[in-house]
């Protein structure tokens, strides 16, 4: 019996660490392919999208970064970064270019294939909610009013802005920079210890509506991500 395979492509310019994660990920059930530079790796994200992209910052000829900002005008598939690069802003650089997570250097192989999976596992749960609209959460655009399981969350407008913005892209890891650009835009003078805030009130609003789900994850160091529970589906127009 033949069954279909989950193509990564893995875009390093190491061949060792390209070689172990081929290897870990053969292993795991996936079909792998490698590039070793960023216009070879660009041209193969655009040409045959993979179901996921590993893809190394520090690479010859067109940097990680690079490749990734070209990529997104085009291809939405998961990306992973892989960095060597330890400083915060090269993380959020990356995720705010679109990055769908990143793993440091030197990572284990072993850590890379569960966040591939993890990945996967959300954008496709992603594509499911766009599909079937099962509908835990309502947004009313117009109306600023939201509701969660049918319990209404009596937001404020700039927390229903901000639920707005984070829970149109589950998962994905937004800076208290990204979102004072996304959900402040009307207002130049809020500083990010106001998010912090307006986020506390946000999760508790959210909790007391459905308690069994800690809706909104705080990511050390980086922001926030809304977070939907794996067997429920989103809906986000009313
Ligand atoms: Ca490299």
């Known amino acids: ?20 994660l081929q290897d870990y990920l053969r292993h795991a059930g996936y079909e792998t392919e490698h590039v070793a530079d960023g216009h070879g790796a660009l041209e193969r994200m655009l040409t045959a999208p993979p179901a996921l992209t590993l ?13 990734l900002r070209q990529a997104r005008a085009h291809t939405q598939h998961p990306i992973i970064m892989l ?9 959020l650089v990356g995720l705010e270019l679109g990055a769908d997570d990143y793993v440091c250097k030197p990572f284990s192989p072993r850590e890379v294939v569960a966040r591939v999976r993890a990945v996967l596992r959300r954008t496709q749960a992603e594509g499911a909610a766009d599909n079937e609209g ?3 959460l309502q947004l009313d655009d117009a109306h600023w009013r939201a509701s969660l399981n049918g319990t209404p969350l009596n937001l404020t407008r700039r927390e229903f802005r901000l639920l707005q913005v984070m829970s149109r892209q589950p998962g994905r890891i937004f800076s208290r920079a990204r979102l004072l650009e996304l959900a402040y835009d009307d207002d130049a003078d809020v500083s990010e210890r106001a998010v912090d805030s307006h986020i506390k009130n946000l999760r508790r609003k959210l909790s007391s509506a459905a308690p069994s789900h800690d809706w909104i994850r705080s990511v050390y160091g980086v922001g926030f991500a809304f977070e939907v529970p794996l067997d429920q589906g989103l809906l986000t127009d009313p």
């Open 1 to 20: 019996m033949s069954r279909i395979r989950i193509r990564i492509l893995i875009v390093e310019d190491e061949a060792d660490i390209a070689s172990v």
């Open 55 to 67: 893809l190394d910052i520090m690479l010859p000829g067109l940097d990680g970064l690079s490749v």
């Open 83 to 91: 960095t060597a690069r330890v400083e915060e802003v090269d993380r």
């Open 134 to 136: 099962t509908a835990a």
